[in-house]
Each structure stands twice: as structure tokens, then as C-alpha cells.
């Protein structure tokens, strides 16, 4: 072979092998790992009577849907009865927006 078909052929090589490295760095192929979804919600929570509006980022296992929502929704609604104790407790959801990876 001459010098310059080995050259094109080592280049053709690297630009396939960090092809390669790129594609199973985002998939996760090798090493299996659960994709989470990282999601900024806004919400409108009021205890007591007395309301305030917050953002926090969560993560998900799955993509956001009304069932995933109506879950979340509960679950902190528990746990603002737990923190303050008391029953008095209303949670909105605003808004909700997926965070990059």
C-alpha cells in the first residue's frame, strides 16, 4: 500500500472510533444505566392560607405524562401535610419544562 492510502485509512479509523465512543457515551449502552429526566416544575403551594410559589427540578424515570403528574401532585401534597403538619394544604402545578441532560 502506499503511504498515502495508509493515512486516509488511519483517519478513517479515528473519525469512526470517536463516532463509535460518541454514540455509546449517550446511549449507555455498556453500562446499562437508567435514563432519568431531569424536569424544573413551577408550583403555587399555599399552607394555612398563606400561599407561595416555588420551582424545583426533579427527576423522573420516564417522560413527563398527566398520570406522572397527578402522582407528583399527591405525593407533595403528603409531604407538605408532613412538614407542617396540618391538613389545610393546596398545590398547584404551574408549569413544568424538561432540563438538558
Do not use: P
Not at 472510533?17 to 431531569?38: E, L, Q, T
Not at 403551594?45 to 410559589?53: D, F, L, M, Q, R
Not at 424515570?61 to 403528603?78: G, R, T, Y
Amino acid at each position: 500500500m502506499s503511504t498515502w492510502a495508509l493515512i486516509g485509512l488511519s483517519i478513517a479509523l479515528l473519525i469512526a472510533g470517536f463516532n463509535i465512543g460518541y454514540d455509546c457515551r449517550h446511549k449507555k449502552v455498556f453500562f446499562n444505566r437508567n435514563k432519568k429526566y431531569r424536569y424544573w416544575v413551577s408550583c403555587f403551594y399555599s399552607v394555612n392560607g398563606v400561599g407561595s410559589v416555588g420551582g424545583w427540578a426533579f427527576d423522573f424515570d420516564s417522560e413527563m405524562n398527566s398520570s406522572q403528574l397527578k402522582v407528583f401532585k399527591e405525593k407533595q401534597i403528603k409531604n407538605l401535610k408532613n412538614q407542617f403538619k396540618t391538613t389545610d394544604v393546596e398545590f398547584e402545578i404551574i408549569d413544568f419544562k424538561r432540563l438538558k441532560d
